[in-house]
């Protein structure tokens, strides 16, 4: 799921406010754990180390990480990481001379009872230190790279997504002129054999091409709306054929609507009819759309003629092709697909089964 910009930035602050409250509070309160009383050139100091560990997080997280680690320049990155732990220490050693500081815990353990067994103890070069120096830095190297695989993620995400979007749309637009010259194709022989049917078939196509150029512009359009193009195709394609050729269509009495990809169902049925029909033979098409809640099935059986075919495209398999290729795109994992062919009982069988769920 796409998050939108503005709420991924403030996912991130949040992430950074919450981070620098967590340290802070582990920060500032290891002070407090020793039982004595503290001089306030303590907390200067803290404040001191505190900016520079602040400075340290940002200096990794915008320009180290993304400039030398994620480039693959892990020994010059490891090396700046040093240089910073050894500036910040070295920082950390001057501030305790500047303020004192060593001299005044002394006196603040002396005053707060018998002598602690601390002699020898070197503040300035406490591992302490470097460990939350250590913690810093590792934090920020962390919430770095998950951003930046995060951001990578997203934008491979963008790219596949307008790569299909366009892939769809250019397969759509083959699919709508092979639906548009195979129809003419047959109005054009039908002009030949009675001019009023073409001439009501042609107003028939303008209806159905308007659903095809306009309607069907968005990604979906409506499972009833897909039925009733379906039945106004094989209308029309019914004009042209003789009484040898039995057309059966069934399609549900009480349908849910659904959105479905348009054109979805289109070819397998111009198939049947280009391949499926003849003027002399007996032959026979059965076309059934059933639902069973969200999901849907397309069966379309038709005899085989083997006759030549003057057809536009005759051979090319554009339609079916392009056809199974936004099944691939559009439904992955959500589609079966069965095509059989008989040849001992010239029968040609299509099964869809898609759930819109």
Do not use: C
Not at 11 to 31: A, D, E, K, N, R
Not at 274 to 295: E, W
Request: hydrophobic share 45%; proline share 3%; net charge neutral.
């Amino acid at each position: 799921m796409m998050i939108p910009k503005s709420k991924s930035t403030l996912i991130t602050i949040i992430i950074h406010i919450l981070i620098w409250g967590i340290l802070g509070l582990i920060y500032f309160s290891q002070p407090l754990l020793l039982s004595i009383t503290l001089p306030y050139q303590l907390w200067i100091k803290q404040i001191i180390i505190w900016g520079l560990l602040i400075t340290a997080f940002y200096l990794n997280s915008f320009i180290l990480v993304p400039k030398f680690l994620l480039k693959n320049n892990t020994g010059i990155y490891f090396l700046f990481v040093l240089v910073t732990v050894t500036v910040i220490v070295i920082l950390n050693v001057y501030v305790d001379k500047w303020l004192n500081l060593h001299q005044l815990m002394e006196a603040a353990f002396h005053k707060s009872g018998p002598p602690k067994h601390h002699k020898g103890r070197d503040y300035n070069w406490d591992l302490a230190m470097i460990a939350t120096i250590a913690l810093v830095l590792g934090i920020s190297t962390s919430i770095t790279t998950i951003q930046k695989w995060q951001k990578d993620k997203q934008l491979h995400q963008d790219l596949e997504q307008d790569r299909v979007s366009s892939e769809l749309s250019f397969l759509k637009a083959q699919i709508n002129p092979h639906f548009f010259f195979n129809t003419l194709n047959n109005i054009y022989a039908l002009t030949h054999v009675n001019a009023e049917v073409s001439r009501k078939a042609i107003h028939q196509l303008s209806r159905m091409m308007r659903y095809v150029l306009y309607d069907t512009q968005n990604s979906t359009t409506m499972l009833s709306q897909e039925i009733a193009f379906i039945k106004d195709y094989i209308s029309l394609m019914e004009l042209r054929l003789t009484d040898v050729v039995k057309i059966d269509f069934t399609s549900p009495t009480a349908l849910k609507d659904l959105a479905i990809a348009p054109m979805i169902f289109l070819p397998f049925i111009e198939n049947a009819f280009k391949h499926g029909v003849s003027a002399t033979q007996p032959s026979h098409i059965g076309i059934t759309v059933s639902q069973n809640d969200t999901l849907i099935e397309l069966s379309v059986v038709n005899t085989i003629i083997k006759e030549q075919s003057n057809n536009l495209e005759e051979g090319s398999g554009i339609g079916l092709n392009n056809t199974k290729r936004r099944l691939d795109l559009l439904y992955p994992g959500k589609h079966t697909l069965v095509i059989n062919e008989s040849t001992t009982e010239s029968i040609y069988l299509v099964h869809l089964t898609l759930n819109l769920a």
